[in-house]
């Protein structure tokens, strides 16, 4: 299995909801990561988890909560968004440490997150 | 902070035209990837180069990563409508090789 998932595909949520998205990889990675992507513009890292452990955060604000319940799984619990955390939410993994210096992450196809 | 700035932005060119495609960085990376992303998906890996002036070859596509590791390109010849996408550089963090930084992108269009 090659595949990191994703789940949903399409989420809609209304300012005051509470929802999660979802992420598993059976590649026994070690390392998985959440990412941002507005519209037309790259990736930008939010979360990095390091054999389970929350290693890199990149100042988030604490309305996004991940959790990596083991080392298959990673999730990110959202509350009380705003229209402007709209966007294409990546969940990827790679092996840890990184192979010959290289951190190389296999991608899921992405949550697509509106917020109302 | 480290910044990769890829150049061009956007690219729309005939099948068959050749292009190249620069990522530049004042910061040293331990690593260089390029991604390619089509719409409604994920990032998918090209090629990864770890050495100052490696080249690597991947059928009609040429990666080059610079002598001071800063800088890398990549080279499309005759190219196809397949090859449309965004294009991304990506480096790896020199104290955190966790830490992937994402370019600016490139967006290529090929029409048939």
């Known amino acids: 299995d090659t595949e990191v998932t994703q789940t949903p595909k399409h989420l809609v949520m209304g300012m005051t909801n509470k929802k999660s998205l979802k992420c598993e990889q059976h590649?026994?990675?070690?390392?998985m990561y959440w990412y941002k992507q507005k519209a037309k513009k790259p990736p930008e890292l939010m979360f990095v988890?390091?054999?389970?452990?929350?290693?890199i955060n990149e100042s988030v604000p604490s309305r996004f909560s991940p959790e990596c319940p083991n080392s298959s799984l990673l999730n990110l619990h959202l509350h009380a968004l705003q229209p402007e955390d709209s966007a294409l939410y990546l969940c990827?993994?790679?092996?840890?440490?990184?192979?010959?210096?290289?951190?190389?992450?296999?991608f899921g196809a992405g949550s697509r997150l509106t917020v109302l | 902070t480290q910044l990769l700035e890829q150049s061009p932005q956007f690219l729309s060119i005939q099948e068959g035209e050749n292009l190249t495609v620069y990522c530049n960085s004042s910061?040293?990376?331990?690593?260089l990837q390029w991604y390619r992303q089509e719409p409604g998906e994920g990032p998918v890996l090209l090629v990864t180069?770890?050495?100052?002036?490696e080249v690597k070859k991947l059928k009609r596509l040429t990666f080059q990563f610079g002598d001071a590791r800063k800088d890398s390109s990549l080279h499309i010849t005759a190219a196809q409508p397949g090859d449309t996408g965004l294009y991304l550089c990506a480096g790896g963090g020199s104290y955190n090789t966790d830490k992937l930084i994402f370019g600016t992108g490139t967006r290529l269009q090929v029409f048939p």
């Open positions: 910061s040293v990376f331990s690593s």
């Open positions: 990827a993994s790679s092996q840890e440490p990184a192979v010959a210096g290289a951190n190389v992450l296999t």
């Open positions: 180069v770890v050495t100052g002036g």
């Open positions: 590649m026994g990675h070690r390392a």
């Open positions: 988890y390091s054999y389970e452990k929350l290693s």
